[in-house]
Nanobody
Framework: QVQLVESGGGLVQPGGSLRLSCAAS????????MAWYRQAPGKERELVAS???????YYAATVRGRFTITRDNAKSTGYLQMNSLKPEDTAVYYC?????????WGQGTQVTVSS
């Protein structure tokens, strides 16, 4: 059973930065794709960024150039570096691991961008 634990959320001022982490356990992290999603109040959950096992990346247009997704297979951890944050980035951020063994989600971490 794969477990994902996010951390690194918090309150930050507009223009600031945060780095989210997603620590995985119970599976073979390196062979799975992983992704970050977010859900703002009253809105649907949306894909923010993803990275494959071969390190191919995808970014939503709203975050491209500001966010960077990376993975450290040795630590079974994925990251989302968020720079130049805007109030509209405020949401609960979730990580997701997708592979042959299944589809797993973390519990989410709150990111609030406000002055």
């Amino acid at each position: 059973q794969v477990q994902l634990v996010e951390s690194g959320g918090g309150l930050v001022q507009p223009g600031g930065s945060l780095r989210l982490s997603c620590a995985a356990s119970g599976g073979i992290f390196s062979i799975n794709a992983m992704a970050w999603y977010r859900q703002a109040p009253g809105k649907e959950r949306e894909l923010v960024a993803s990275v494959t096992s071969g390190n191919s990346t995808y970014y939503a247009a709203t975050v491209r150039g500001r966010f960077t997704i990376t993975r450290d297979n040795a630590k079974s951890t994925g990251y989302l570096q968020m720079n130049s944050l805007k109030p509209e980035d405020t949401a609960v951020y979730y990580c997701r691991q997708i592979g042959a063994a299944g589809d797993y989600w973390g519990q989410g971490t709150q990111v609030t961008v406000s002055s």
